[in-house]
């Protein structure tokens, strides 16, 4: 990946250049990025600023919108010296994470939901084989007692 002539990167062009890669390049670059995050103090931010669009990457193996906008979130108070590029692109990916992560509630909720609907429809169902077994049972009686009237009678 090539780095700007000012050291920092376009995340543009690096959100371009993840996209290329398959998943095992992937989780090698959130690695590295990973290890120079915690060891490097000058290019923290930058590291940072990777990881977020790593995280970010739809159908990718690592994507992890929540870790995503937490490490935004954090990234966004910490850094001052952002180009007007990569702040416009970082704008437009929080907005992105935010509308994601609404949808993601929203999934969670209506599943939560068809799940509270389908327990109470087996409990329903349950229910009404246990009635079905007794209207059974007594119809069994039924045919019972009508067959000893016919013996008898």
Request: glycine fraction near 2%; avoid cysteine.
């Amino acid at each position: 990946m090539t780095e700007t002539t000012r050291g920092s990167v376009k995340y543009s062009q690096y959100y371009l250049w993840l996209k290329s890669l398959n998943n095992n390049q992937l989780l090698l670059e959130e690695h590295k990025q990973h290890s120079l995050l915690t060891s490097e103090v000058n290019g923290k931010a930058l590291s940072q600023g990777k990881l977020i669009l790593i995280y970010s990457l739809p159908n990718s193996t690592i994507h992890q919108p929540y870790k995503a906008k937490r490490l935004l979130n954090e990234h966004l108070l910490a850094s001052n010296s952002m180009s007007k590029e990569n702040l416009a692109f970082t704008m437009l990916l929080r907005d992105q994470l935010n509308t994601q992560l609404h949808l993601l509630e929203k999934q969670t909720l209506s599943e939560q939901e068809l799940t509270k609907q389908s327990d109470e429809h087996h409990a329903i169902i349950e229910q009404l084989n246990q009635q079905l077994n007794h209207v059974n049972q007594q119809l069994m009686l039924l045919k019972l007692i009508d067959q000893n009237i016919n013996e008898r009678g």
